[in-house]
């Protein structure tokens, strides 16, 4: 099924922008939880930060779903084409030096389908969580 000339599967970033603050709380914890822990505007910085959160797993989302970093994965996070997928450069650094507290924020309002194009053996389902993230002096929504 398409929507605005976009398959369902493929939804998840204009999903995102009908996400309203109030869905995780009262402005003041919102802005709580969006404060990141940490810095970073810049590759290094990030997986520096990402190196020493990764033995801290597992992590638990709002959503009850639980994650681990595996150290062989941390690359991807901050690797060019997950970074220029992004709508900020900088801002996906913060968010990967953040990705614990981002995490233990994050809920998972939707279901999406598996990619049909894709091989999808061994998946059971496409997850997507989305976390509150300050940047820029503003709350963003991250995924």
Same mark, same amino acid.
């Given at each position: 099924?398409?929507?605005? &000339? @976009?398959?369902?599967?493929?939804?998840?970033?204009?999903?995102?922008?009908?996400?309203?603050?109030?869905?995780?709380?009262?402005?003041?914890?919102?802005?709580?939880?969006?404060?990141?822990?940490?810095?970073?505007?810049?590759?290094?910085?990030?997986?520096?930060?990402?190196?020493? @959160?990764?033995?801290?797993?597992?992590?638990?989302?709002?959503?009850?779903?639980?994650?681990?970093?595996?150290?062989?994965?941390?690359?991807?996070?901050?690797?060019?084409?997950?970074?220029?997928?992004?709508?900020?450069?900088?801002?996906?650094?913060?968010?990967?030096? &953040? @990705?614990?507290?981002?995490?233990?924020?994050?809920?998972?309002?939707?279901?999406?389908?598996?990619?049909?194009?894709?091989? &999808?053996?061994?998946?059971?389902?496409?997850?997507?969580?989305?976390?509150?993230?300050?940047?820029?002096?503003?709350?963003?929504?991250?995924?």
């Amino acid at each position: 099924m398409k929507i605005n &000339n @976009i398959e369902a599967w493929n939804m998840s970033r204009e999903k995102a922008q009908e996400l309203r603050l109030e869905q995780w709380g009262s402005p003041e914890e919102v802005r709580a939880m969006a404060t990141p822990a940490r810095q970073a505007n810049n590759r290094r910085t990030a997986m520096d930060y990402l190196k020493e @959160i990764a033995p801290n797993g597992p992590f638990t989302s709002q959503s009850g779903l639980s994650a681990r970093l595996p150290m062989r994965s941390l690359g991807k996070i901050v690797s060019h084409a997950a970074v220029t997928n992004s709508f900020c450069p900088e801002a996906h650094y913060l968010a990967a030096a &953040n @990705i614990d507290k981002l995490y233990l924020n994050a809920i998972e309002p939707w279901e999406f389908e598996l990619n049909p194009n894709k091989d &999808n053996t061994g998946l059971k389902a496409r997850r997507y969580l989305y976390a509150p993230m300050e940047f820029r002096g503003k709350i963003v929504v991250v995924k």
